[in-house]
C-alpha cells in the first residue's frame, strides 16, 4: 500500500477495515495481560507512564466535544478550499485548543465532581463505623461540659471566687 504504484483493491481494503480493530485489541489485551501476570517491559512502562493519567480522564470530555468542533468548524467553511494534509490535519492547533479547552472545562465542571460523588455514595472500600451509643454520647458531652467548666473556671478569677462560695 505504501508504494506509488499501488492500484487500489477492493478486497485488501475490506480486509483491513474489518481485522485491523480487531488485531489492535488482541495486541493490548495480551500487553494487559502479560503485564498482569508480572512481565514488564519497556511497552508497559511507557505505557504506565504518569503522564497519561490526565489523558485518560479527559479521554471522555474529549470524545464528547471533538465532533460537534469539527462539524462547527467544517460548517464555517463558505468557499472551497485546496486540502493540504500538513495544514489541515497538522497545523490546526485553534481547532485542537478549543477541543482541549472544552474538554478540560467539561472534566472539572461535571465530570470530576460527579465521580467524586459517586465514590462517595458508592465505594464498597469505606469502613463503616458503628454508630455511637446513646449513653456513650452523653457520657462525651458531660466530660466535655465539666472540662470547659474547669477551663472557665481556672483562669477567671471572678468564677473561681463564685465556685468557692
Known sequence: MGSIHYEYNAFHAANYAAFSPIAWCIFFSWVVFTSHLGYKNTL????????????T???YAVYLTQFPIFFYQ???????????????????FNEYGVIFLASYLLTVLFETPYS?????LFDKRREKQP??????????LDSALNSSKSIIYST??????????
Open 156 to 165: 477567671d478569677p471572678i468564677a473561681k471566687e463564685l465556685k468557692d462560695r
Open 44 to 55: 508497559v512502562n511507557l505505557l504506565s507512564w504518569r503522564g497519561f493519567r490526565v489523558t
Open 74 to 92: 467544517v460548517g464555517r467553511v463558505r468557499s472551497s478550499l485546496y486540502y493540504d494534509f500538513v495544514i489541515t490535519v497538522l497545523c490546526d
Open 116 to 120: 467524586n460523588i459517586k465514590r462517595l
Open 131 to 140: 454508630a455511637p451509643k446513646l449513653h456513650d454520647k452523653q457520657s462525651q
Open 57 to 59: 480522564k479527559m479521554s
